[in-house]
């Protein structure tokens, strides 16, 4: 793996090659988001950058500090709940009136938490962590492309487990029988990467990236809702466990943008990496991308949800 000083050379040169660019960021008030955001604009002399979160009015300190770090910077703060899906769709009206069609060249989603409490419903009836985590991330960055939104070579991004892919219940989509935090990731994993699939199958010139960011020490146990004490303390423990080998949120920032946001290999198709870029080879991925009639699955029951949810969909 790259050490940190390489890969930090490695951003230093991006300026070269990008004078300006055009970013989506998700997930963006916190941890491995902000400091991605925050590498981008130490490297790119003039890029903007659309933010997108629950609260300006909590993030103002921040966005003051992210306009300090490069003055020449262009950055919004698009202000929605990621959780529902309709909120989703409108988040994509606003985008459009802030940038040209054609215009974005990454679109960064790292949103949503560890759903360790009781399993939460949003207004829309469905999981609120399935929906952060995969459900909207991919109505966002399908909702883009249908828009034109997208530049011609584009890289889309999602932090969460590739690489980590396991078994996909396509009896229970959204684990009604099946529900477990164990499950979860690995089900909600896979169906990130054949929905990318998907994605890239329609649009070869772009990069679709599911990126699995280590270990990360980024305090996440304050962003998780209804947390009772007992699993409280369980985290407690589990993180001093697993402190030895994470790899601070500014490192993650460094590695994400100069790996999957960045990173030459990753131009057009649709790849699922782990921290140091390394191709996925999840036994489970390799047998589910054999057969086709997994990833049509995974998209319909996707479209499927899209429509419970109000919004409109336009079948393939």
Known sequence: MATIQQIIASNGRLCESHKSTTAVF??????????????????????????????????ASELDALHQLNPDADISFI?????LISEVDRTCEVIKQQAP?????????SQGYAPLGP????????DESMTL?????VRLAEKLINQAMLSTNARVVSILGGGKEDKLFLEDMELKENWSVMKLRGHFTSMMTLAFDHLASRNPN??????????VSTGMRNRIPNISLLTSVSMFII????????????????RTLGTPCFGQDFERGSFSIDLDGTLGASEHLKEYRKDDQVSKKVW?????????AGVPVAKA
């Open 79 to 83: 202000e929605t709940e990621l959780s």
């Open 26 to 59: 998700t997930g963006v008030t916190h941890g491995i988001g902000l400091e991605t955001l925050k590498a981008l604009l130490r490297y790119i002399p003039k890029p903007k950058a659309i933010l997108i979160g629950r609260s300006r009015a909590k993030f």
């Open 239 to 254: 993180s001093a466990l697993f402190s030895f080998k994470a790899i601070t949120p500014k490192e993650s920032g460094e």
């Open 133 to 137: 985590g995969v459900y909207g991330r």
């Open 206 to 215: 772009l990069g679709f990236v599911h990126y699995f960011p280590g270990t």
């Open 101 to 109: 069609q054609h215009s974005i060249d990454l679109l960064c989603m």
């Open 119 to 126: 399993r939460l419903f949003n207004k829309e009836g469905i």
């Open 300 to 308: 319909e029951h996707l479209e499927e949800l899209w429509e419970r």
